[in-house]
Nanobody, 119 residues
Framework: QVQLQESGPGLVKPSQTLSLTCTVSGGSITTSYYYWSWIRQPPGKGLEWMGAIAYDGSTYYSPSLKSHTSISRDTSKNQFSLQLSSVTPEDTAVYYC???????????WGQGTQVTVSS
């Protein structure tokens, strides 16, 4: 059973960088052909895909967020991370990490972590 767990600060000041880590257990982030995504849900809004990192380390970003988003990984810790720079209050959301399965569906999700951007 694959498990994902998000971690990071719950409060970030405007203009700072939001950094989150997803720790994966029960499966390797380097296993072909899985993709590991970051998704967020602002209050009262739908889910927004932010980007993903593939089993081979390739990265993919939402065009609307690409300019200030970075996804990386640490294979020794079986973790992947999100950095969102120059945040504003509009980046307040519940942030999720999830795995894209072989059927191109999200088959495993983290529980989500609330991040609030406020001074």
């Amino acid at each position: 059973q694959v498990q994902l767990q998000e971690s990071g600060p719950g409060l970030v000041k405007p203009s700072q960088t939001l950094s989150l880590t997803c720790t994966v257990s029960g499966g390797s982030i380097t296993t072909s052909y899985y993709y590991w995504s970051w998704i967020r849900q602002p209050p009262g809004k739908g889910l927004e895909w932010m980007g993903a990192i593939a089993y081979d380390g390739s990265t993919y970003y939402s065009p609307s967020l690409k300019s200030h988003t970075s996804i990386s990984r640490d294979t020794s810790k079986n973790q992947f991370s999100l950095q969102l720079s120059s945040v504003t209050p509009e980046d307040t959301a519940v942030y999720y990490c999830a795995r894209v399965g072989l059927g191109y569906d999200y088959d495993y999700w983290g529980q989500g972590t609330q991040v609030t951007v406020s001074s």
